[in-house]
């Protein structure tokens, strides 16, 4: 009787680290896509990220998506 192996399948995250530039100072930043928390820029303390409760609303550029 041969063996069978089931193959469990690992679920991928739907989050990523995203580089957003500032649409103000054209500073580059790395956040988390699904931030809980404001995100302001490091030079001009501009509003990049708000919270939504999933995924963020980004008012900069999304440059990258960082895998």
Not at 47 to 58: H, M, N, S
Request: charged share 20%; hydrophobic share 40%; net charge positive.
């Amino acid at each position: 009787m041969p063996v069978r192996f089931s193959r469990v399948l690992i679920p991928q995250p739907k989050s990523k680290f995203i580089k957003i530039r500032c649409p103000d100072c054209g500073n580059e930043q790395i956040t988390y896509s699904h931030a809980a928390m404001v995100v302001r820029c490091l030079v001009c303390g501009r509003v990049l990220a708000q919270p939504t409760g999933g995924r963020a609303k980004f008012a900069g550029h999304v440059v990258k998506i960082l895998e």
